[in-house]
Every structure is written in structure tokens, then in C-alpha cells.
């Protein structure tokens, strides 16, 4: 079992940056790949970001690659997103995940942290 809690959500005007965190817990992540999805209101799920936390291969939604990254801090246990150059459309429901292997889908998440991009 895998225990995920976001942080960092807020209001942060057109063109400025944010960063999320997510702090994980339970079992060894060493062969976990580690994300982020979002959800605006009225729209489906949509995925953001993924890491794989042994060796740090990244993966990112042609919407936020260039300015978005994610990275993870071993000794911490901690994944973090750093969005910069943010649009209203960002704005969104922010939640970390987790999942075993790249074949399965993602069985762990987080209770969600909001973002609000203002114009």
C-alpha cells in the first residue's frame, strides 16, 4: 500500500509558478513510476507528469511540457511538480499517483491539492 498526500496547490496569476509536492508513504518506492493527473471542473481526468523513481525517466503532456517538471527526492520520499509559466487553463484539481509498472494503471492516489490560474 502506497499513502499519498499533495501539497502546494493556491492562486497564482497568468505566467507565474507553483510548486506541488506529494509525499509518499508505506511501502519501498523503488520500482514505482510516480505522477501527477489533473482534473478541471466539466472535463475528464487528464495526465500531467510521470517520473520513474529508479533512474528518473520523465514523461510529460504535450500541454504542459517546456513548463512543467517533475522530479523526486530520494531521501524524502517526495515528488514534486514545478510549474512555471501558468495559464488559466491550468486551473485544476492536482493529484499525485502511483502505480507498480508502465503496464498497469495507476492504483494509488492522493486526495488532491487545487491550483487556480488567474487571468
Known amino acids: 500500500q502506497v499513502h499519498l498526500v499533495e501539497s502546494g496547490g493556491g492562486l497564482v496569476q497568468a505566467g507565474g509558478s507553483l510548486r506541488l509536492s506529494c509525499a509518499a508513504s508505506?511501502?519501498?518506492?523503488?520500482?514505482?513510476?510516480m505522477g501527477w493527473f489533473r482534473q478541471a471542473p466539466g472535463k475528464e481526468r487528464e495526465f500531467v507528469a510521470e517520473?520513474?523513481?529508479?533512474?528518473?525517466?520523465?514523461y510529460y503532456s504535450a500541454s504542459v511540457k517546456g513548463r512543467f517538471t517533475i522530479s523526486r527526492e530520494y531521501a524524502k520520499n517526495m515528488v514534486y511538480l514545478q510549474m512555471n509559466s501558468l495559464k488559466p487553463e491550468d486551473t485544476a484539481v492536482y493529484y499525485c499517483?502511483?502505480?507498480?509498472?508502465?503496464?498497469?494503471?495507476?492504483?494509488?492516489w492522493g486526495q488532491g491539492t487545487q491550483v487556480t490560474v488567474s487571468s
Open positions: 508505506g511501502r519501498t518506492l523503488s520500482s514505482y513510476y
Open positions: 517520473i520513474r523513481w529508479s533512474g528518473g525517466t520523465t
Open positions: 499517483v502511483a502505480r507498480l509498472t508502465s503496464s498497469e494503471e495507476y492504483n494509488y
